[in-house]
């Protein structure tokens, strides 16, 4: 798996592979997060992925410490639900917002 975000624009890629281990564990990463200022280093962010089959909604994140700047978290992870995880394998590709319309998570099966 491999992750990057710009801003709040978060793109995950992730095999075949992964793509079935997910229906049994989270995937595991760093996401590299930028700001998109120049000069501004990048910011390394542990990140998980889960599939929450039964939530309700398409895509939950969490950071910890909860009411912090997405850049300066020390974990996140994104929960996403079994409708989500359809249209991901069904397509090879599939985004969702997040924070109200300030944040989107898009994933990607690699080689589609």
């Given at each position: 798996?491999?992750?990057?975000?710009?801003?709040?624009?978060?793109?995950?890629?992730?095999?075949?592979?992964?793509?079935?281990?997910?229906?049994?564990?989270?995937?595991?990463?760093?996401?590299?997060?930028?700001?998109?200022?120049?000069?501004e280093?990048?910011?390394?962010?542990?990140?998980?992925l889960w599939?929450?089959?039964?939530?309700?909604?398409?895509?939950?994140?969490?950071?910890?410490?909860?009411?912090?700047?997405f850049?300066?978290?020390?974990?996140?992870?994104?929960?996403?639900?079994?409708?989500?995880?359809?249209?991901?394998?069904?397509?090879?590709?599939?985004?969702?917002?997040?924070?109200?319309?300030?944040?989107?998570?898009?994933?990607?099966?690699?080689?589609?």
């Open positions: 798996m491999k992750s990057r975000a710009i801003c709040l624009e978060v793109f995950v890629e992730i095999s075949e592979k992964e793509l079935e281990e997910l229906r049994d564990k989270p995937l595991n990463n760093v996401l590299r997060f930028s700001t998109n200022v120049e000069g280093e990048d910011y390394y962010i542990p990140m998980e599939l929450a089959g039964n939530q309700e909604e398409d895509l939950r994140v969490e950071q910890n410490p909860e009411n912090t700047y850049g300066n978290a020390e974990n996140v992870s994104f929960f996403i639900n079994q409708e989500f995880y359809d249209l991901l394998k069904e397509n090879g590709s599939y985004g969702q917002r997040f924070y109200g319309a300030d944040g989107k998570l898009i994933v990607q099966v690699k080689d589609r």
